[in-house]
């Protein structure tokens, strides 16, 4: 959920306790949802690794190297514009 100001979030109360949890049931329900994320973050390293030597990721880099060079060469048309318009301006003469 986001709170940070200015944002109009909505949100749903999933749940509502009949007891209240104990601290050490807070606590066990953290360290439950940190390691589940550990896990899905190696999950994702692993699956991330296997793409890498099944040569998945070459795609991408390709295609990012591709988009790379479009931008570098639209800055230098870009820069070669700006050069012209201000050679068409004539040096003032006293």
């Known amino acids: 959920m986001d709170t940070s100001p200015g944002t109009d979030a ?19 329900a953290i360290v439950e949802c940190l390691e589940g994320s550990e896990r899905e973050d190696e999950i994702v390293a692993q699956q991330m690794q296997q793409a890498l030597e099944e040569g998945q990721l070459d ?24 050069e012209d318009d201000f050679d068409a301006y004539e040096e003032d003469t006293v």
Request: hydrophobic letters at 30%.
């Open 10 to 28: 909505d949100f749903e109360v999933a749940a509502t306790f009949v007891e209240e949890p104990s601290i050490d049931e807070l606590n066990t």
């Open 59 to 82: 795609k991408v880099s390709d295609m990012i190297e591709e988009a790379l060079e479009n931008h570098s060469e639209e800055q230098d048309e870009d820069r070669q514009e700006e």
